[in-house]
């Protein structure tokens, strides 16, 4: 299941406007450029996607036992989604968008609403 998450994570990631894909504390992120906007990574033994949202949604989101304050950078509006178990494509998708937002320059942002990533 979870590769099967990270597999779909990476295609997605990486159809986003500069998106790339950097191995950085031995596990892939992913930038919009030089930003990083999502991390897949393994804490406590178990898998989780990390993200950076806007406070009062990150802020929410961690009434939700599925979400936790990322480690060391959650201070920054890091927001970090258990994927151990099964977990709606859609919730993920959404939380990466508005993070690849956070961080994307005007002309990223502008391409992504004008739709010009690379595959969708």
Excluded at 20 to 46: C, I
Excluded at 101 to 110: I, N
């Amino acid at each position: 299941m979870t590769q099967r998450l990270l597999t779909q994570l990476r295609r997605f990631c990486l159809s986003l406007p500069d998106g790339v894909e950097a191995d950085s504390w031995g596990h892939p992120n992913f930038r919009a450029g030089k930003r990083t906007f999502a991390v897949y990574e393994l804490y406590q033994g178990k898998p989780c996607v990390a993200v950076k949202l806007p406070r009062p949604e990150g802020e929410r989101l961690l009434a939700d036992a599925r979400f936790f304050r990322t480690p060391y950078i959650g201070k920054h509006g890091w927001i970090s989604l258990w994927v151990d178990r099964p977990v709606r494509w859609p919730l993920v998708k959404e939380l990466v968008l508005t993070s690849y937002r956070e961080v994307a320059t005007k002309q990223q942002a502008a391409r992504l609403e004008a739709g010009r990533g690379r595959a969708r």
